[in-house]
T-cell receptor, first 111, second 112 residues
Framework: SQQGEEDPQALSIQEGENATMNCSYK?????LQWYRQNSGRGLVHLIL?????REKHSGRLRVTLDTSKKSSSLLITASRAADTASYFC???????????FGGGTRVLVKP | NAGVTQTPKFQVLKTGQSMTLQCAQD?????MYWYRQDPGMGLRLIYY???????DKGEVPNGYNVSRLNKREFSLRLESAAPSQTSVYFC???????????FGPGTRLTVL
């Protein structure tokens, strides 16, 4: 079973708009990470937020974490066609030293 | 610095055949992982190796075996391939300081 579940499963927006996707998880975590996967490629790490952090920024990315609700969100501002990809959240627990991935959100940015 | 490399990129097997997927990393990472990704889904952990000389089962280990040959290399073996093992296989390694994973480009496996 997957620890993280993303919502929505798919998202279609126009270039320049913001894209928001959510991730919910079930058990306590040490950190939560977001990855991007371009079609046919491996995953690329985007950003990590620790359990004691509430918000983090990296360029056009903004991640929030609410441990009381066991949820996170990823916001991509001013989207570009190159942001078209699948985005996955992954939860990390130090015990076991492994990540558990959600099912992903497929984002299409139309030029 | 090539990061994580995987061979082969593509493979077609017949049911019952065996094969080994190779993975190597040049980042001096201690931990390595094998995942499978089925169409439209996230990654599921098959096996992982927290350090050289150790391996542990993940979420979906049945039908697979692994070998941590040395710190750089972690191979995945299918002893008797089944159509249900048709998938894309990704290898990854972890930078323990940052807890982030670095992924290889994947092996697309089809079992007929």
């Amino acid at each position: 079973s997957q620890q993280g579940e993303e919502d929505p499963q798919a998202l279609s927006i126009q270039e320049g708009e913001n894209a928001t996707m959510n991730c919910s998880y079930k058990t306590s975590i040490n950190n939560l990470q977001w990855y991007r996967q371009n079609s046919g490629r491996g995953l690329v790490h985007l950003i990590l937020i620790r359990s004691n952090e509430r918000e983090k920024h990296s360029g056009r990315l903004r991640v929030t974490l609410d441990t009381s609700k066991k949820s996170s969100s990823l916001l991509i501002t001013a989207s570009r066609a190159a942001d078209t990809a699948s985005y996955f959240c992954a939860t990390f627990k130090a015990a076991g030293n492994k990540l558990t991935f959600g099912g992903g959100t497929r984002v299409l940015v139309k030029p | 610095n090539a990061g994580v490399t995987q061979t082969p990129k593509f493979q077609v097997l017949k049911t019952g055949q065996s094969m080994t997927l190779q993975c190597a990393q040049d980042m001096n990472h201690n931990s390595m992982y094998w995942y499978r990704q089925d169409p439209g889904m996230g990654l599921r952990l098959i096996y992982y190796s927290a350090s050289e000389g150790t391996t542990d089962k993940g979420e979906v280990p049945n039908g697979y075996n692994v070998s941590r040959l040395n710190k750089r290399e972690f191979s995945l073996r299918l002893e008797s391939a089944a159509p249900s093992q048709t998938s894309v296989y990704f290898c990854a390694s972890t930078d323990l300081v940052a807890d982030t994973q670095y992924f290889g480009p994947g092996t697309r496996l089809t079992v007929l």
